[in-house]
């Protein structure tokens, strides 16, 4: 049986665990309060590579967070240290928002270079025809093609936002291929990431989400899981999926309670 209580890093996904749209989950500021009491880190883990550290700051002080840039992991930053560790060129071809552009080119990358040795995919609210076309085009001739994350939809107030998941099944549709790596929840790589730059073992993290084929799936690495389920997942998803939790749990409110009662 998981045992919370020997966690040093809780990893917590926001949409649909800290907040929702704009709603403050139940318990959300206090699980912070806690994990400082208690000597315990925390970091907001995100796959949504589409906003900057700075535009999640914002958004969870907006909401009474005291929070700051370090606190948050992104897959564009997972996918940084990814390009830098297996030494892949700062030449690249990168399909991603401004804010992503503009995160690259602060580590120095060239991020539409005219002979990219890299195709970088990110979830991209503004995408055109034309960058669907390039991407397309840089894919086809073969080049290594990484992408942030594989979520297929964004939540959102009253419904969905098509996600990169989206982009990766129209890229595959045209040229037949699949990104040779996605960097976000589920890969083990993110949490890997996340527990080295944060001080933490794998074994004494665990991820904190409401989805369950990312933040869930995400314990096949070795890192522990909890549920919540006030996000998107209902006990009969997560009756279907096969997927065990190591703790299930309405919200962070009966996380913390879990936890100061462990
Ligand atoms: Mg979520």
Do not use: W
Not at 36 to 54: D, I, M, P, V, Y
Not at 149 to 174: E, Q, T
Not at 187 to 215: F, H, P, S, W
């Amino acid at each position: 049986m998981y045992d919370i209580k020997n966690t040093r890093l809780f990893l917590l996904d926001m949409d649909g665990t800290f907040y929702l749209g704009e709603t403050l989950l139940p318990g959300a500021l206090e699980f912070l309060a806690l994990c400082r009491e208690t000597g315990r880190q925390f970091a907001f883990l995100t796959n949504n590579s589409s906003r900057s550290k700075a535009d999640y700051v914002a958004r969870l002080r907006g909401f009474g967070a005291q929070v700051t840039e370090r606190d948050v992991f992104t897959s564009g930053d997972a996918t940084l240290l990814y390009l830098a560790e297996h030494g892949f060129p700062k030449e690249i071809l990168l399909i991603g928002t401004p804010s992503l552009e503009e995160q690259f080119r602060g580590a120095g990358y060239t991020v539409r270079a005219e002979r990219p040795g890299t195709v970088v995919l990110g979830f991209d609210t503004t995408i055109t025809y034309e960058k669907l076309t390039l991407l397309c085009d840089a894919v086809r001739t073969g080049l290594p093609y990484i992408a942030t994350h594989p979520d297929l939809n964004c939540p959102v107030a009253g419904g969905f936002l098509p996600d990169i998941g989206a982009v990766i099944a129209f890229v595959k549709a045209s040229t037949g291929r699949e990104p040779d790596a996605v960097i976000g929840k589920p890969n083990a790589y993110i949490a890997r990431a996340a527990a080295q730059k944060y001080g933490a073992a794998l074994e004494d993290v665990c991820m904190v989400g409401d989805r369950l084929y990312t933040d869930i799936a995400l314990g096949a690495c070795g890192c522990g899981t909890a549920l919540v389920l006030c996000g998107e997942t209902t006990p009969a998803d997560l009756a279907a999926c096969g997927l065990v939790p190591g703790v299930v749990c309405a919200d962070l409110a009966e996380l913390g309670t879990l936890l100061r009662n462990s």
